[in-house]
């Protein structure tokens, strides 16, 4: 099984561009993440879908929007990317709507801004 | 906001010892979760124990929950070069039970980086 993955693995972007990370997960699961990772800050939460067709705002949201496409896909935005967006952006995902439970991880994309 | 944090931020033993992490929390839980994260990649969990649980084995992995001084301990027994990883606690906080997940929701600490020497 793929699990959760995530595109693209690898951007660079400058001041003001914007483009748009990809997560979608195989394993029917109703719950996706995406959570910003930074040296020494540990994860934090940017957005998250309890289930298809909502979406809420996690702990940092400002700069980022986000599409439940359907079951399985999850995208995060940048509009307008600024340098502190640098920084590792994982998906995640779990079976059931609410937190009693395990998350699964895709392997981050890795996001420069200059 | 972070709730959990772990102790110490950086651990190198020999090969076969013990290795000990600690997590503190601030605020009630419902349970508390270990993940742990290969340099470069994404975090797996490990184990979860329930507030009502004070202790949980996983073959070489012993997690302990002390809710009165709001702490959990994690220990690798017999380590082993491939165990090299950063180790984080996760917790969901007992308020997000009836919000459906706020913002808080599962909140990670900053990582115990264990480094197993050959």
């Known amino acids: 099984n793929a699990g959760v993955t995530q595109t693209p693995k690898f951007q660079v972007l400058k001041t003001g561009q914007s483009m748009t990370l990809q997560c979608a997960q195989d394993?029917?699961?109703?719950?996706m993440y995406w959570y910003r990772q930074d040296p020494g800050m540990g994860l934090r939460l940017i957005y998250y879908?309890?289930?298809?067709?909502?979406?809420d705002k996690g702990e940092v949201p400002n700069g980022y929007n986000v599409s439940r496409l359907n079951k399985r896909e999850f995208s995060l935005r940048l509009e307008s990317a600024a340098p502190s967006q640098t920084s590792v952006y994982f998906c995640a995902s779990s079976k059931d709507r609410g937190w009693a439970g395990e998350l699964f991880f895709g392997e981050g994309s890795r996001l420069t801004v200059l | 906001s972070q709730q959990g944090e772990e102790d110490p931020q950086a651990l190198s033993i020999q090969e076969g010892e013990n290795a000990t992490m600690n997590c503190s929390y601030k605020t009630s839980i419902n349970n508390l979760q270990w993940y742990r994260q290969n340099s470069g990649r994404g975090l797996v969990h490990l184990i979860l124990i329930r507030s009502n649980e004070r202790e949980k084995h996983s073959g070489r992995l012993r997690v302990t929950l002390d809710t009165s001084k709001k702490s959990s301990s994690l220990l690798i027994t017999a380590s082993r070069a491939a165990d090299t990883a950063s180790y984080f606690c996760?917790?969901?906080?007992?308020?997000?039970?009836?919000?459906?997940?706020?913002?808080?929701?599962?909140?990670f600490g900053k990582g115990t980086h264990l480094i197993i020497q050959p």
């Open positions: 879908s309890a289930s298809e067709g909502t979406t």
């Open positions: 996760a917790t969901e906080n007992k308020a997000d039970m009836y919000s459906g997940g706020g913002a808080d929701g599962l909140t």
């Open positions: 394993m029917n699961h109703n719950s």
